[in-house]
């Protein structure tokens, strides 16, 4: 069932707390990286094997898979973004006349300890920005059909949500998520409602956000 759908928030954070998640993002990002390179070489040596070109090129497209709208691409079964599946194929296929190459480690991008605000593409649509001077995490899901559903099964969204649920929230820190989609914007019209609700909430700010929701509505 379709579902075109969006979802944005902002998680502020201390100095401190910034400095923890962010680095902790930034090697994730790094050993997310550490795992492609590893695949395409793999896929390469596998590739190798094989005598003609379009033999080659026919089996790295059977690599990349793609498994349906809420959950995305998949190189050799590791989870990747639509551009970043293409980057792929033409980083092993990069030779004269399109021919077989042994992928470069450079093409997997790394982050450096000086990358202090940065952005992570967790899917197509789904990114989350790092932003050194505010000490805040902006995470952005653009509308499209199961997009928000893709960007939250995403490798590195899972790693970086999986993280924010185990990180020790100190106050003054968190924040609130919120989603709407062309179900919520059609009760909207119909009832005179906002289209758009808290899709999660983190840290003390975000649970006194919610705590007040639910006395507005008693």
Partial sequence: MSCYGSENGHIQLSKAGY??????????????MDLLFTRAINAHAVLSKLRTLKEKVSAANKLMIYRGHDTGYYFNGLYVTGEMSS??????????KGALCKPRKSFFAKLTNKDRSFTIDCSDEGEMSFNDERCSLIWSVEENNRSVEQAHNSHM????????????????????FYQQDEYSRDAAREHGDSAESVS??????????QENSWKAYR
């Fill in 157 to 176: 969204a899972s790693k970086i949500f999986g993280y924010l649920g185990k990180y020790a929230w100190k106050r003054g820190e968190g924040g609130v």
């Fill in 200 to 209: 999660n909430h983190f840290g003390p700010v975000g649970k006194k956000h």
């Fill in 19 to 32: 400095q923890k998640i962010m680095s902790t993002t930034r090697t994730m990002h790094n050993e997310y």
């Fill in 87 to 96: 980057g792929i194929i033409d980083e092993l296929f990069r030779g004269a």
